[in-house]
């Protein structure tokens, strides 16, 4: 089945630490984003990629970094340096640039807890 | 004022029933608009494309009216299963979609 995996489903992560949110996609998409919600709030956009090997900051990209190594692959590392970091994230794709203005899709999320 | 407003709810109603929702954003120069249902600690999932001339998919209807930059979502015969936050989404560009807070609704017997 093709779809967008995410995980780990939930995590818990100590102040401080470095965590690494993984996302993979088997559409053969070309654009891929992060965000991140927060309760009663819409969806922030962390950070986007549209092809391999680029990407660029969202709206709230401080604290924040990506890597596209891979198509099928937009991992997601939460640093110290955010102050913030509870939250449901949410990995996506699309179609991409060519397709034109293209609905995405979602990843099931993770559920990030800082203790 | 934000980018895309939607009415948060909670909109409570009984089985059966018709119940619209309305989105209203800012940029004029906006391409595409989508509605997602997601439900309770759940990813989004798209419902619907909106298109310029309005467009149905069974008991949803979908309208855009870009003069007064607002979409609109009806729900016609609501179903318990109905019940989920939906959100309106509207791109700015390529790539750039920006999400409403959402609009949660309660279905009830």
């Known amino acids: 089945d093709g779809g967008i995996t995410q995980s780990p489903k939930y995590l818990f992560r100590k102040e401080g630490q470095n965590v690494t949110l993984s996302c993979e996609q088997n559409l053969n998409h070309d654009a891929m984003y992060w965000y991140r919600q927060d309760p009663g709030q819409g969806l922030r956009l962390i950070y986007y990629?549209?092809?391999?090997?680029?990407?660029q900051k969202g709206d709230i990209a401080e604290g924040y970094s990506v890597s596209r190594e891979k198509k099928e692959s937009f991992p997601l590392t939460v640093t110290s340096a955010q102050k913030n970091p509870t939250a449901f994230y949410l990995c996506a794709s699309s179609m991409g640039v060519l397709a034109g203005y293209n609905e995405q899709f979602f990843g099931p999320g993770t559920r990030l807890t800082v203790l | 004022r934000k980018e895309v407003e939607q009415d948060p709810g909670p909109f409570n109603v009984p089985e059966g029933a018709t119940v619209a929702f309305n989105c209203t954003y800012s940029n004029s120069a906006s391409q595409s608009f989508f509605w997602y249902r997601q439900d309770c600690r759940k990813e989004p999932k798209l419902l619907m494309s909106v298109y310029s001339s309005g467009n149905e998919d069974g008991r949803f209807t979908a309208q855009l009216n870009r003069a007064s930059q607002y979409i609109s979502l009806l729900i016609r015969d609501s179903k318990l299963s109905d019940s989920a936050t939906y959100l309106c989404?509207?791109?700015?560009?390529?790539?750039?979609?920006?999400f409403g807070a959402g609009t949660r609704l309660t279905v009830k017997p």
């Open positions: 990629s549209q092809i391999v090997n680029d990407f």
């Open positions: 989404v509207v791109n700015l560009s390529l790539g750039d979609m920006r």
